[in-house]
């Protein structure tokens, strides 16, 4: 059974900071290519960041120098950190493995005055 839950949502001020995390279980993602995707209103859902297994992260341009994936292999979470957020990074944040193969229900981030 694989399941990918995440966490750190929620509202922020622009400006602000938050710290995504995606716990993974059922699998080892240290063999996966994993990712952050969003989901805005009206929107398709859309890659934020994506890692291979061997390190290399790939960024949506709109969120370069903003945002920050990382992951801790030993206890098998990935994370992103997602500093002067704007109102525009308002989404449903999704993480999945393959990338495509296995999806977390999201967790909602919205930033609002």
């Known amino acids: 059974q694989v399941q990918l839950v995440e966490s750190g949502g929620g509202l922020v001020q622009p400006g602000g900071s938050l710290r995504l995390s995606c716990a993974a279980s059922?699998?080892?993602?240290?063999?996966?290519?994993m990712g952050w995707y969003r989901q805005a209103p009206g929107k398709q859902r859309e890659s934020v960041a994506t890692s291979t297994a061997g390190g290399t992260t790939i960024y949506r341009d709109s969120v370069k120098g903003r945002f920050t994936f990382s992951r801790d292999n030993a206890a098998n979470t990935m994370y992103l950190q997602m500093n002067s957020l704007k109102p525009d990074d308002t989404a449903v944040y999704y993480c999945?493995?393959?990338?495509?193969?296995?999806w977390g229900q999201g967790t909602q981030v919205t930033v609002s005055s």
């Open positions: 059922g699998i080892d993602f240290r063999f996966w290519t």
């Open positions: 999945t493995a393959g990338p495509n193969s296995y």
